[in-house]
């Protein structure tokens, strides 16, 4: 069964740290991933994208990693703001179709 | 320029009726998705619009959900027969949609449609 499990569940950070999430896929064969970052009430927003020939991509202060050997990424945030506060998704897409699978999601919040 | 649109944001609806969700995606977006995220879940998806192709229904989870798409642009959800299990956040997102199955490009997601079925 094609699955995206993602750690930790919630993390509480200060302001200033760097934290990294994780995210672990067993999709096959695997097209690509995307890490998403949705605010309470609002929907996603995309954050990076990444195909299994691309091993780094940046958004600012936000960097992602793939290994498609092992089927893990991670997510990086670099200093972190109050505002980073909100849920990380990371989301597998196989080569078939348009069907997208979904993790559960890291609750990064940030305090003061 | 105006991103997807919702509505209504909010709906109430009471056992057993139907309900219409409604989506507006970005203009010129060719791909449409519906997606479902329940309190403490993971986004679901549930149907996806390519164009004109046929729609991938193969994540409504029975046959009370539809969707259609008309004219290629405005998408409705239709819940019938509501359960008090339906109740979630509903979300559509577009992309540019791209030929030969490579859906690489960005989703921009709406707001959301929140249902709750009492």
């Known amino acids: 069964k094609n699955q995206v499990e993602q750690s930790p569940q919630s993390l509480i950070i200060l302001e200033g740290k760097n934290c990294t999430l994780q995210?672990?896929?067993?999709?096959?064969?695997?097209?690509?991933l995307r890490w998403y970052k949705q605010d309470t009430g609002r929907g996603p927003v995309s954050l990076t994208i990444?195909?299994?020939?691309?091993n780094t991509k940046s958004n600012g202060r936000y960097t992602a990693t793939l290994d498609a050997d092992t089927k893990q990424s991670s997510l990086h945030i670099t200093a972190s703001q109050l505002s980073d506060s909100a849920s990380y998704i990371c989301?597998?897409?196989?080569?078939?179709?348009?069907?997208?699978?979904f993790g559960q999601g890291t609750e990064l919040s940030v305090k003061p | 320029g105006a991103g997807v649109s919702q509505s209504p944001s909010n709906k109430v609806t009471e056992k057993g009726k139907d309900v219409e969700l409604r989506c507006d995606p970005i203009?010129?977006?060719?791909?449409l998705y519906w997606y479902r995220q329940s309190l403490g879940q993971g986004l679901e998806f549930l149907i996806y619009?390519?164009?004109?192709?046929?729609?991938?229904k193969s994540g409504l989870p029975s046959d009370r959900f539809s969707a259609e798409r008309t004219g290629g642009s405005v998408s409705t959800l239709t819940i019938q027969r509501t359960q008090q299990e339906d109740s979630a956040v509903y979300l559509c997102?577009?992309?540019?949609?791209?030929?030969?199955?490579?859906?690489?490009?960005?989703?921009?997601f709406g707001p959301g449609t929140r249902l709750l079925v009492l």
């Open positions: 997102a577009s992309s540019l949609g791209a030929s030969g199955g490579k859906l690489q490009e960005t989703q921009y």
């Open positions: 203009s010129g977006h060719t791909a």
């Open positions: 619009f390519q164009g004109n192709s046929a729609p991938d």
């Open positions: 989301v597998v897409r196989g080569n078939q179709g348009g069907k997208l699978i």
């Open positions: 995210c672990n896929y067993t999709v096959s064969p695997f097209s690509n």
């Open positions: 990444m195909t299994f020939s691309e």
